[in-house]
């Protein structure tokens, strides 16, 4: 028996996007059946705007009473696709810049069991990326580092690309109120994803940039943006390898970083009290502190290597909804 074709829902987060959002409806394809139009306290009043100037039968518009971010729109979007028992939930910009005839794309490793979050990749195609400023391709390069030691998910790139497509079975058992609501929003989602062991795949797209104005300012975030890596890194590292499970590589890590800032702190002080004394460090006394130091790095690469092995590769969406399934009565 084949299976049932997936419902499929959209979410547009809408702010000031009035020019384009009407564009960005009419080229989602019959294969969506919902699309959610989420005016978040927009200056513009493109909620009001849609209900006005577009016919499709399939738009529902949601208002916040308050700003709350391009999160805090996708989040409600995400509720009420879940309320309604939707299938999949695809998440697409409404100024313009996303192809929504590639919402198959991103649908179809969700629906052939490979992915439960599918998100876009704009890193594939080496002749596309000359289309991208030098300033995003350097900041994407840095923020995917990042991300890949804050979520685990050491095998995507283009970690603040908002094209994404997630299975409600995997929505609906993520932390919605606690993910970042702002512009740390798409990679706190990995790090939730994280959490749940939820496998990602990345979809390749094209990088396109129109008439656009960004309110992203890179000097007001980097350090919140640090911050968040860091707590999102140690909150990761606890629940995998502490509370939820143990295995070698928690060993590895705290004792291999103990060596390695151990001997070095050891190597510093009797550098210094030589440097002070004007006498040349003894060789004991420097093997003492690089035997350790070496040790110390051998482990944490160790632990690197395992922790990138356990990239999670098995979607949980089939297993939830076993799991989901009302008992046979005899």
Same mark, same amino acid.
């Given at each position: 028996?084949?299976?049932?074709?997936?419902? *499929?829902?959209?979410?547009?987060?809408?702010?000031?996007?009035?020019? $384009?959002?009407?564009?960005?409806?009419?080229?989602?394809?019959?294969? %969506?059946?919902?699309?959610?139009? @989420?005016? &978040?306290?927009?200056?513009?009043?493109?909620?009001?705007?849609?209900?006005?100037?577009?016919?499709?039968?399939?738009? @529902?518009?949601?208002?916040?009473?308050?700003?709350?971010?391009?999160?805090?729109?996708?989040?409600?979007?995400?509720?009420?696709?879940?309320?309604?028992?939707? &299938?999949?939930?695809?998440?697409?910009?409404? !100024?313009?810049?996303?192809?929504?005839?590639?919402?198959?794309?991103?649908?179809?490793?969700?629906?052939?069991?490979?992915?439960?979050?599918?998100?876009?990749?704009? /890193? /594939?195609?080496?002749?596309?990326?000359?289309?991208?400023? #030098?300033?995003?391709?350097?900041?994407?390069?840095?923020?995917?580092?990042?991300?890949?030691?804050?979520?685990?998910? =050491?095998?995507? /790139?283009?970690?603040?690309?908002?094209?994404?497509?997630? $299975?409600?079975?995997? #929505?609906?058992?993520?932390?919605?109120?606690? *993910?970042?609501?702002?512009?740390?929003?798409?990679? &706190?989602?990995?790090?939730?994803?994280?959490? *749940?062991?939820?496998? +990602? +795949?990345?979809?390749?797209?094209?990088?396109?940039?129109? !008439?656009?104005?960004?309110?992203?300012?890179?000097?007001?975030?980097?350090?919140?943006?640090? #911050?968040?890596?860091?707590?999102?890194?140690?909150?990761?590292?606890?629940?995998?390898?502490?509370?939820?499970?143990?295995?070698?590589?928690?060993?590895?890590?705290?004792?291999?970083?103990?060596?390695?800032?151990?001997?070095?702190?050891?190597? *510093? %002080?009797? =550098?210094?009290?030589?440097?002070?004394?004007?006498?040349?460090?003894?060789?004991?006394?420097?093997?003492?502190?690089?035997?350790?130091?070496?040790?110390?790095?051998?482990?944490?690469?160790?632990?690197?290597?395992? &922790?990138?092995?356990?990239?999670?590769?098995?979607?949980?969406?089939?297993?939830?909804? #076993?799991?989901?399934?009302?008992?046979?009565?005899?």
């Amino acid at each position: 028996m084949s299976n049932p074709i997936p419902r *499929i829902s959209v979410v547009i987060p809408s702010y000031k996007v009035t020019r $384009h959002i009407l564009g960005v409806i009419a080229g989602i394809g019959p294969e %969506v059946s919902r699309i959610y139009v @989420v005016d &978040d306290k927009c200056p513009d009043g493109s909620g009001q705007f849609v209900r006005e100037q577009c016919g499709d039968p399939r738009v @529902v518009v949601l208002e916040h009473a308050e700003n709350q971010g391009v999160g805090g729109a996708v989040m409600t979007g995400y509720q009420a696709a879940i309320a309604e028992g939707v &299938d999949i939930i695809v998440k697409v910009d409404g !100024d313009g810049q996303m192809d929504a005839s590639l919402i198959p794309d991103f649908v179809a490793p969700i629906v052939n069991g490979e992915a439960d979050y599918t998100k876009g990749n704009r /890193f /594939f195609d080496l002749e596309q990326i000359n289309q991208m400023p #030098a300033i995003r391709l350097f900041g994407n390069a840095v923020l995917s580092l990042l991300t890949k030691l804050s979520s685990g998910y =050491w095998d995507l /790139f283009d970690p603040t690309n908002g094209y994404t497509a997630i $299975h409600v079975n995997a #929505a609906r058992h993520l932390p919605l109120h606690r *993910i970042s609501k702002r512009y740390f929003f798409e990679t &706190d989602m990995l790090f939730r994803l994280n959490t *749940i062991n939820a496998a +990602v +795949v990345d979809v390749p797209m094209d990088a396109s940039y129109g !008439d656009e104005v960004s309110n992203l300012k890179i000097s007001k975030i980097v350090t919140e943006f640090m #911050a968040k890596h860091l707590r999102n890194f140690g909150k990761r590292i606890f629940y995998n390898y502490y509370l939820r499970n143990m295995s070698l590589a928690s060993i590895e890590l705290p004792l291999g970083l103990a060596m390695l800032f151990g001997g070095g702190g050891y190597g *510093i %002080v009797h =550098w210094l009290q030589s440097a002070h004394a004007g006498t040349a460090t003894a060789p004991g006394t420097v093997m003492l502190s690089a035997l350790p130091m070496l040790m110390g790095m051998q482990l944490v690469l160790a632990f690197l290597a395992h &922790d990138i092995a356990s990239v999670p590769r098995r979607p949980i969406h089939r297993m939830t909804r #076993a799991r989901a399934k009302p008992p046979v009565r005899s």
